[in-house]
């Protein structure tokens, strides 16, 4: 079996949050993992290995390529390896070429084939082609999409979806990440059905993700959080056992997803602040 996963969503959404507690979750189950950051804020590995890894793309050296023999991979627990693509300073260059390098390096390095599961963390929203890099060039073979109920996210959810389709990837489900307000899980059930994509788990909100995360932690290595790592064990279940055609997406356009916004965005009137 080779699982190769795509996240993607909106900055912020907690995208890293996601693919470190499920690489971790699949390693413990004995599969061999390589989770990628595609970030050029190098933030997707820091919660495993405490200290900044040096990216791929920072050992670059034009027609020789970047060198995978310097400490690039690390192995922070047993059965998961882990490594940043890089990218350019800000303001500098180009984010999307700089995963298409690191990329490239890892599949010549063989990477590629020494582990059962590729996850890859992916600059929010699809802002240019150079982020669908690992669909386009065929490194992931399903993504999930990572969204909470707010107005921003779905935005960005449902524009990755279009981009998506035109690219006939494979989309397998969206992640929800509850911040629980008012009518929020009866939003993305609707969400989901509109644009006929399932959602594979649902994430509760939780402050104990922040404070462990604030600690450079994990949360599903926090001995006390059972409901958090449940959920995130479930996710990678899912992950490793979902197979077959997906279904045909359908995503929105401009005016028909500002009109759900309008039509289906609980009201301001008499909200609390709770799940209602």
């Known amino acids: 079996m080779k699982k190769r996963i795509a996240l993607y969503g909106k900055g912020g959404i907690g995208k890293t ?49 970047p060198s995978l023999q310097d400490g690039l991979i690390a192995n922070p627990r047993p059965n998961l390896w882990c490594c940043e693509a890089g990218g350019p300073k800000p303001g500098v260059g180009c984010a999307g070429r700089g995963i298409a390098i690191a990329l490239n390096a890892l599949e010549k390095a063989g990477w590629f084939d020494r582990v059962d599961v590729v996850l890859y963390d992916v600059l929010g929203d699809v802002v240019c082609g150079g982020f669908s890099t690992p669909v386009t060039k065929g490194y992931a073979r399903e993504l999930y999409i990572v969204t909470s109920g707010e107005q921003a996210s779905l935005f960005a959810a449902n524009n990755i979806l279009a981009g998506m389709q035109g690219l006939g990837a494979c989309v397998r489900g969206l992640i929800y990440q509850e911040r629980r307000f008012t009518g929020e899980d009866a939003l993305i059930e609707t969400f989901s059905r509109r644009v006929n994509v399932p959602v594979a788990v649902k994430i509760g909100f ?3 993700i922040k404070l462990c995360e604030m600690h450079d932690m994990a949360v599903s290595e926090e001995e006390r959080a059972g409901v958090e790592t449940a959920q995130f064990m479930a996710l990678a279940e899912r992950m490793l056992t979902e197979s077959g055609p997906p279904d045909e997406i359908y995503p929105m356009d401009r005016t028909q997803l500002s009109q759900f916004i309008r039509e289906c965005m609980p009201s301001v009137a008499g909200s609390k602040g709770g799940e209602s």
């Open 17 to 65: 949050t996601v693919a470190v507690n499920t690489a971790l979750c699949m390693a413990r189950r004995g599969y061999r993992v390589l989770l990628v950051g595609c970030d050029p804020k190098q933030d997707t590995t820091r919660l495993l290995t405490k200290q900044p890894l040096i990216s791929i793309l920072e050992r670059y050296d034009g027609p020789c390529g």
């Open 206 to 208: 939780s402050e104990r």
